[in-house]
């Protein structure tokens, strides 16, 4: 790891300066004005808002917010593909879509202020995670209507820094751009920073002796184990960006470089809530788990209102930016949970106990199956490269012993032939459901 500088305090946005006070001044017109924008151009906001006999007027301060209600993915896409947009089409300069594992994509737009302000926050998020003016960033998110690749690039270009838009896939040829084009940084989801580094090791070349200094790797949960793995493998700075489709694409919150501490969320821009993920309703104290929400506070589209993420997170003071909360790092989104024998589980916390034992490497499988009307879990993993089949035998006994510790549930553990489980080509699948319907 090698420790980039924090920015100079004289390259960061004004908004990143604010005390909490100021911030809070500028959320609430900003949040006063969203509510009425949306409510007055959105049918299906001014439909839930009378429902809930509420009225953008109700807002006299930021705390009114809980009084509105809460807006889901369903909404997306009832409305599919455009009637949440706040504006006539030919003001939409861009349309990006969520895949969506099952039904109809989320849609959604931008003005070309909208566009602009995306630019900004992915720059803010890159500049906080250590990139800087001038340099070279090989962007590899996927370009297309992921917002990935599209969201990365505008923050590339708006920080002014050279873009390389290389996209996903094509491993072997990222491998070689990297080489010849000496790249500063990389933008990529964790998953795939990991499949470049194992391709460049198989390929004999040093994954530290690159021109990589820093990475922005987000768009899937990953863990502080793997930031160590990525970091001492390939002898850079790695830290998170987190966003999503609805509520702006990349850039929504970013994680400082100084810190290393969960991303700031972009408090000018977006107000966080979590809530109960239980009830869907009760609003959390800070520091407790539960649903993140956001409401947009500058968005011409799409504006959102309390949108539901469905990720699972905390808030926390701020630190490197003292005026805008933290994200504790999302431990995963209630799809992604497997219950088993009523357990709830995560693929992170399965990553940050196999990343403590020495003999097993960062690329696993979640497979459920049933047997006798009884749900199981086998964890497919490959062991690190040289390793003796008596290490490899006792790694899995070992992680066994530590899931059934630390989460409380049995499970099987089959250490897989090295380089037998699938790389990431972005977003990594981890969890293979081959349970009968
Ligand atoms: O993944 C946007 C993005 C692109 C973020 C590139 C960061 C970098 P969607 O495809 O709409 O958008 O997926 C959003 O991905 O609700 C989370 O579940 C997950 N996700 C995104 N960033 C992170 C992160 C993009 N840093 C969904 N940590 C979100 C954990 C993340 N999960």
Known sequence: MIETAPADPSQLDAAELMSRDELEALQLTRLQHTLAYAYDRVPLYKRKFDEAGVHPTDLRELADLSKFPYTAKEDLRLEYPFGMFAVPQSEVLRIHASSGTTGRPTVVGYTRNDINIWGSLVARSMRASGVRPG????????????????????GAEALGTTVIPMSGGQTEKQIQLIQDFEPDAIMCTPTYLLALMDAMAHQGIDP???????AVCGAEPWTDEMRHELESGMDLDACDIYGLSEVMGPGVAGECVETKDG???????????????????????GGQTGELVFTSLTKEALPVIRYRTNDLSSLLPGTARPSMRRMARISGRSDDMIILHGINLFPSQIEALALRIPALSPHFQLELTRTARLDQMTVHIEPRENTTPEDRAAAALALRAQIKSHIGVSCAVDVAEPGSLARSNGKLRRIYDNRPR
Request: glycine share 10%.
């Open 135 to 154: 340099m070279k960033v090989h962007n590899a998110y996927g370009y297309g209507l992921f917002t990935g690749g599209l969201g990365a690039h505008y």
């Open 263 to 285: 991303d700031h969320v972009w408090e000018d821009h977006f107000i966080p809530e979590i809530i109960d993920p239980m009830d869907h309703s009760t609003v959390l104290p």
């Open 208 to 214: 530290r002796s690159t021109s990589l200094k820093v």
